[in-house]
Nanobody, 118 residues
């Protein structure tokens, strides 16, 4: 059973920075693809950033140049560095991991609230 625990959310002023962390347990983490998603009230959950097991990354257009996704396989950690935060970044952020060893399975963290004040 894979469990994900997230941290790093909070309240920050516009223009500020936060770093979200996600730690995985019970997983072959280095073989997993990772995504950071967010969901604001009344909106669909959207993919913010993704990083594959090989290290390739992808970002939503709205966060390109401001957010950076990274991973530390030795410590089974994933990060989302968020700079130049805007009020529209306010959402619950979720860590997601996907494995495709025998079949495709995905796991979600509990979510962490990010609030950006103007």
């Amino acid at each position: 059973q894979v469990q994900l625990v997230e941290s790093g959310g909070g309240l920050v002023q516009a223009g500020g920075s936060l770093r979200l962390s996600c730690v995985a347990s019970g997983s072959i983490f280095r073989l997993f693809d990772i995504g950071w998603y967010r969901q604001a009230p009344g909106k669909q959950r959207e993919l913010v950033a993704g990083i594959k097991s090989g290290g390739t990354t992808d970002y939503a257009d709205s966060v390109k140049g401001r957010f950076t996704i990274s991973r530390d396989n030795a410590n089974k950690m994933a990060y989302l560095q968020m700079n130049s935060l805007k009020p529209e970044d306010t959402a619950v952020y979720y860590c997601n991991v996907v494995q495709t060893i025998l079949t495709r399975l995905e796991y979600w963290g509990q979510g962490t609230q990010v609030t950006v004040s103007s």
